[in-house]
């Protein structure tokens, strides 16, 4: 199983950037799917999650600003980002809970990070 980030690069402040991450691989059924950043200096933090049903939550930092979303026949999630700040800068990992077959449990898979850096 993969997941494949891509999206990331240099934007100026109040700008935009869509990120998305494909899971392949030999995969049963995803479960939960989300983003964590991690800023230089700092620890890991959960940015963003939906569920299979679509049910989303945010790290109070970026709400109203980014939007997460899914396309389950595509076993794909993005990370719309708006309006963005320097303090977004980070490498940000997609994750996602997933089974690699019927009598598998679920374990978690992450992407390889991409690169957001906002400049001011």
């Known amino acids: 199983v993969q997941l494949q980030a891509c999206g990331g690069g240099l934007v100026q402040a109040g700008g935009f950037l869509r990120l998305s991450c494909a899971a392949s691989g030999s995969i049963f059924s995803i479960n939960n799917m989300g983003w964590y950043r991690q800023a230089p200096g700092k620890q890991r933090e959960l940015v963003a999650g939906i569920t299979s049903g679509g049910s989303t939550n945010y790290a109070d930092s970026v709400k109203g600003r980014f939007t997460i979303s899914r396309d389950n026949a595509k076993n794909t999630v993005y990370l719309q980002m708006n309006s963005l700040k320097p303090e977004d800068t980070a490498v940000y990992y997609c994750?996602?809970?997933?089974?690699?077959?019927?009598?598998?449990?679920?374990?978690?898979?992450w992407g390889q990070g991409t690169l957001v850096t906002v400049s001011s």
């Open positions: 994750v996602a809970l997933l089974r690699i077959g019927v009598t598998s449990l679920e374990s978690d898979y």
